[in-house]
């Protein structure tokens, strides 16, 4: 190297030395860092007389690879080329190549501390724990002062679950370089993995400080903000995650958590409307695929791209087709699909399928690196499935893929949970597994999963797998090779809600709550709610090891079950005992579960009208086993359907004699006494004293949190059947007090809790703080239509009708895309237009309204006031005709308001006015026919009349939870 070569290598070893100095932006300043990022490219791409290795290495942390490649390409070799190269092919997932480079220069010097740095990783990569920490410690024990050797043996603690230690050796680093980015990466990434969230985000930050190029802390404080759980954030989660991937275009776990649901966009974002015409134009593909007949199936799907151009669902079935061509040479197939899906992301922005089916290829290439890869696909190849016909009758779309490798892979991952197959094909419940090109809504023939979110605010549209029955084949394959078992673990979800008994159920909720009390679940995610608390740890209860968890939440071993949780294993391992007996031939082993299974068929047969069937069914249920509660509950309610109210008591009463302590025997009986009511055979305050009484009875019994919930919200809701709103309130509130927060459906359960008492205090007194409440969990959790609507009420019984016009417009927006819109949300939009006195708007936004079907129940009485008001008065009528006799006194107020409104709109002025005189008078609290009547004496020129009835309407506005 000349002198002036030496220089100005000084100078830019200077430069980069001095580099947490001079770019200490704010990790969410992405402008800023964005700039700084675009400054250091052109510094690196115009840099002269530094070695080419030095300058690939820089051009590479700063995701410049074409360029990096470039400058290799043209090298002179070296030990230093190489191993810039070898850096390269593991960026790339080529780690084969890298390990060649990397042996190449080993050979020549074998104590070369960047080559057994490299090494040391590339044995992580192969899941070689021991080898990759004897290797690092090689490079350390060399030189007890080499940062990067010291972070690597903290990195592989790390992953061996030693976290004492790891976060040991991070303090060490930063210790002795304060300016060490990667030392404060390794101390929050082993919080995250310690399920320490709380204490990640503070050393995360100063890693990102010092510096703001790294892939991985990018990546980490875009998750950090995921975790808060909060939807007004996701744009800053997703401008990190920009980030990360403008420095490595191929980071894993980027493209993995963007296309499973973390995501900033809805389906309204994805939707065009050529896309069901698209879809079945490559049904023809997709049946070739099938067939194994990959050429013919890429062409089809070329022909339809020609046909619509602008659309990405061709180019997803062309990559999903390479991606499961497993009779196809690997790398030509993974590197095609690889191609096309960074294609389709070029295309569509941020397009959850293709982050996922690109996360999917990516770990392809990575798992035929794992030093037992081969002995993982022999056990696959040689496994025999035990029960192709209930396993057919249970997976059936696994057919659709060529061979029966796909198959086996499914079935080596069910271990004893086999035993449910029949207990789900008589209840005709299946589960599938999507390939990469179809989402859940077709594969669970469903729009609700391109329109809903999940407790945590991820988009359905993009998750992978549910527990109603799907994992998509990404899973089945990773699963096959010791990484997280996602296959097992929705199963699992299927048969712990449509198998699982009563009891069985309750004590996985006692369980995970004490959990949750004493700190024991295994990782954030099974601390979520009792589903996931098992799903997580029921997998673990067979599998010794996990390769490669994709995060913090898919590492858990059957070691770590015993160590972590003691008392869950015992249950689960009394629970496998029942299951292998029960696969040896003991059919009483389960017999409670076949009980619950026919009352699962009896609710369908309710919900039918064929009591009938459901009699039988239970008769069969019982006959499994004749002391289940729940059953005899069921019958009780049956008899009750069938308005026999003495047999319904006498079932009752055999369930008393069985357990008077079960507290659902109360509210059974309540509903009994609701029955008797609506029939004629109780009187009405006779029937609400003896069902608050019930109600009060079963909560004073039940002792499970979620069930407590429940009985509380039909509590209120009863009294508010009754239109006794201060009531209601006054339960919700009781619930409000101390309402237990350890699960997500807990959370829920407190949200829905506080939105009832926010939305009658609103409706009921006027009170204008009311609807903030509501927004604020509106803004938490966008996508729950059902808050949407009460923040819309809500705001609607406030007067501002713009605003909550506006709410329902933009969750509209979303419903439109998938297929599904809501038609209250219909009415409602119609009815605020028509507040503002804007009757074309109204008639407009009526239109797309979906008459006649079911899921205008409950709203019929509003669409003939909508309708009346509108000036229709024969559609109006002709609704109001149709109805039955109302059941409830909510439904008689509401029937009279809409009567009254008919009336109004016929010119029967007087006739409408007593109506509301007499809603009023049984309610003073009435706002809505308050204000009607106020309208209409003013119409009949009674203004004083008028101002008197507005004046008594003014009431104090009590206090409720906020």
Not at 132 to 143: G, H, I, L, S
Not at 175 to 194: G, I, K, M, R, T
Not at 353 to 371: C, E, F, G, R, S
Request: aromatic share 10%; net charge neutral.
């Amino acid at each position: 190297m000349s002198p002036s070569s030496d220089k100005i290598f000084s100078c830019l070893v200077l430069l980069l030395l001095a580099f947490p100095a001079f770019a200490r932006q704010q990790p969410y300043d992405v402008a800023a860092v964005r700039r700084k990022l675009e400054q250091e490219r052109e510094k690196v791409k115009q840099a002269t007389g530094i070695n080419a290795a030095e300058r690939a290495g820089r051009m590479l942390e700063l995701g410049l690879w074409q360029e990096a490649a470039q400058v290799l390409q043209t090298a002179k070799p070296g030990a230093q080329v190489k191993l810039a190269k070898a850096k390269l092919f593991i960026l790339q997932n080529e780690f084969a190549q890298a390990d060649e480079l990397v042996q190449a220069v080993l050979k020549e010097n074998p104590k070369q501390r960047e080559a057994l740095l490299l090494q040391s990783k590339l044995q992580v990569q192969a899941w070689e724990l021991p080898e990759a920490m004897a290797t690092a410690r090689q490079v350390w024990q060399a030189n007890p002062g080499d940062e990067e050797a010291a972070l690597a043996i903290g990195r592989i603690l790390m992953l061996q679950k030693n976290y004492d230690e790891a976060l040991e050796w991070a303090g060490k680093v930063a210790q002795q370089n304060p300016d060490n980015a990667a030392a404060y990466l390794l101390e929050s990434d082993v919080y995250f993995w310690n399920q320490e969230p709380e204490l990640a985000e503070a050393p995360l930050i100063k890693s990102l400080t010092l510096n703001p190029f790294d892939a991985d802390a990018r990546f980490n404080y875009g998750y950090a903000i995921w975790r808060r759980v909060d939807a007004t954030q996701l744009n800053d989660m997703a401008a990190q995650w920009e980030l990360a991937l403008a420095l490595n275009p191929l980071h894993y776990v980027t493209h993995w958590h963007w296309g499973n649901g973390h995501t900033n966009l809805t389906y309204a974002d994805y939707a065009r409307p050529e896309d069901e015409q698209v879809r079945k134009a490559l049904e023809t593909a997709d049946k070739l695929i099938s067939r194994n007949k990959i050429p013919e199936a890429l062409e089809a799907a070329a022909m339809v791209q020609q046909l619509y151009s602008a659309s990405v669902l061709p180019a997803m079935l062309r990559g999903s087709a390479y991606y499961m061509a497993f009779d196809m040479d690997r790398r030509t197939r993974l590197d095609s699909a690889q191609a096309i899906f960074q294609q389709v992301l070029q295309k569509k922005k941020h397009y959850g399928p293709a982050h996922n089916a690109l996360a999917a290829v990516i770990k392809q290439k990575q798992l035929t690196y794992l030093h037992n890869y081969d002995s993982l696909r022999q056990v696959v190849q040689q496994t025999v499935i035990g029960d192709p016909l209930n396993f057919a009758k249970v997976f059936p779309d696994v057919a659709y893929y060529p061979g029966d490798e796909v198959q086996k892979m499914v079935w080596s991952q069910l271990y004893a949970s086999i035993v449910y197959f029949p207990f789900l094909s008589r209840q005709s419940e299946t589960f599938v597994i999507p390939p990469l090109h179809h989402d859940l809504a077709i594969a669970m023939h469903s729009p609700y999963f391109r329109q809903a979110t999940t407790f945590d605010n991820r988009q359905w549209m993009d998750i992978r797998g549910v527990g109603s029955g799907a994992a998509a084949i990404e899973y089945v394959v990773r699963g096959s090779y010791l990484e997280r078992n996602v296959v097992l673990h929705e199963y699992t979800h299927l048969y712990h809600q449509m198998v699982f008994t009563d009891a069985e159920k309750r004590e996985v909720r006692r369980l995970y709550f004490n959990a949750m009390k004493e700190g024991r679940t295994l990782d954030y995610y099974s601390a979520n709610n009792e589903h996931e608390y098992l799903a997580q740890t029921y997998p673990a209860y067979f599998e010794p090891v996990k390769v490669h968890p994709l995060n913090h939440k898919s590492i858990n071993t059957t070691a770590d079950l015993k160590a972590r949780d003691p008392e869950l294993y015992t249950f689960l391992d009394q629970l496998v005992k029942r299951q292998r007996a029960y696969l040896a031939g003991n059919k009483q082993a389960m017999a409670g579960n076949w009980a619950q299974v026919y009352l699962n068929l009896v609710e369908r047969a309710q919900q039918s009208g064929d009591l009938d069937k459901a009699a039988a069914l239970l008769d069969t249920a019982l006959t499994w086993d004749a002391q289940y509660q729940p059953a005899i509950l069921a019958y009780a309610g049956v008899k009750q359907q069938q308005k026999n109210y003495v047999a319904a008591q006498e079932w009752l009463q055999k369930a008393k004699s069985i357990n008077q302590g079960y507290a659902p025997l109360y509210v059974a009986e309540a509903e009994l006494k609701e029955a008797q009511k609506r029939d004629g055979r109780l009187k009405a305050d006779e029937a609400l004293e003896a069902q608050v009484q019930l109600y009060r009875k079963a909560l004073a019994l039940e002792d499970d949190l979620l069930l407590r919930a429940t009985v509380n919200q039909q509590f209120r809701e009863l009294y508010a059947s009754y239109d006794m709103a201060p009531e209601a309130m006054a339960v919700a509130e009781e619930y409000l007090r101390d309402a237990p927060v350890v699960s997500t459906y807990l959370r829920d359960r407190r949200d829905e809790a506080q939105a009832f008492a926010a939305l009658m205090q609103a409706t009921v007194y006027g009170d204008t703080s009311a609807a903030q409440p509501i927004a604020r969990l509106v803004a938490l959790k966008p996508q729950d239509y059902e808050l949407r609507r009460q923040y819309a009420d809500a705001l609607a019984a406030l007067g501002r009708y713009e605003a909550a016009y506006a709410t329902l417009a933009d969750a509209q927006r979303v419903l439109s895309a998938a297929g599904a819109p809501r038609a209250d949300y219909v009415l409602r939009m119609a009815g605020y237009k028509l507040a503002q006195g804007d009757k074309a708007g109204a008639g407009k936004d009526l239109q797309p309204l979906p008459e006649g079907k079911a899921i205008l129940r409950g709203e019929a009485y509003r669409l003939a006031g909508l309708y009346a008001d509108l000036g229709e008065t024969a559609k109006a009528a002709a609704i109001l005709n149709r109805q039955p006799e109302p059941v409830t006194v909510a439904d008689a107020r509401d029937l009279k308001m809409a009567r009254a409104k008919l009336w109004t709109a016929q010119g029967k002025l007087r006739k409408a006015q007593r109506v509301y005189e007499q809603l009023l008078q049984q309610n003073p609290q009435n706002r809505e026919a308050r204000r009607q009547l106020v309208q209409l004496l003013q119409q009949r020129g009674k203004l004083k009349q008028a101002g008197s009835v507005e004046r008594e309407g003014v009431q104090p506005q009590p206090s409720y939870p906020r």
